[in-house]
């Protein structure tokens, strides 16, 4: 059964920093790409970053670039999100997600598998 756990959610002011945890059990770690995703209340579901498959290539979304950094401990089966210089926009539950996605297609959230339970992050003006 795979299971993914998020943890690091949390309140701060804006331009603060948080550091939100994925770690995965149940599936091989290393032949699935694993990616972050938002959703603000009453918005839709947005990409913010992703390791690809091999886990060598990173992806970013524009909103986030810069700022945010994502980071993978293979021996831990475990993938980070440092989230630096945060601004009220960035207020949203944050999902860790794995999926053996198409390389190109590592912001689509449709093409992931598995999605755990999300965790809150709040931002402060």
């Known amino acids: 059964q795979v299971q993914l756990a998020e943890s690091g959610g949390g309140l701060v002011q804006a331009g603060g920093s948080l550091t939100l945890s994925c770690a995965a059990s149940?599936?091989?770690?290393?032949?699935?790409?694993m990616g972050w995703f938002r959703q603000a209340p009453g918005k839709e579901r947005e990409f913010v970053s992703a390791?690809?498959?091999?886990?060598?290539?990173?992806y970013y979304a524009d909103s986030v670039k810069g700022r945010f950094a994502i980071s993978r401990d293979n021996a831990k089966n475990t993938v980070y999100l440092q989230m630096n210089s945060l601004k009220p926009e960035d207020t949203a539950v944050y999902y860790c997600?794995?999926?053996?996605?198409?390389?190109?297609?590592?912001?689509?959230?449709?093409?992931?598998?598995?999605w755990g339970q999300g965790t809150q992050v709040t931002v402060s003006s």
């Open positions: 997600a794995a999926g053996r996605v198409v390389a190109g297609r590592e912001g689509q959230a449709s093409d992931y598998n598995y």
């Open positions: 390791f690809s498959r091999t886990g060598l290539r990173t």
């Open positions: 149940g599936l091989t770690f290393t032949s699935y790409a």
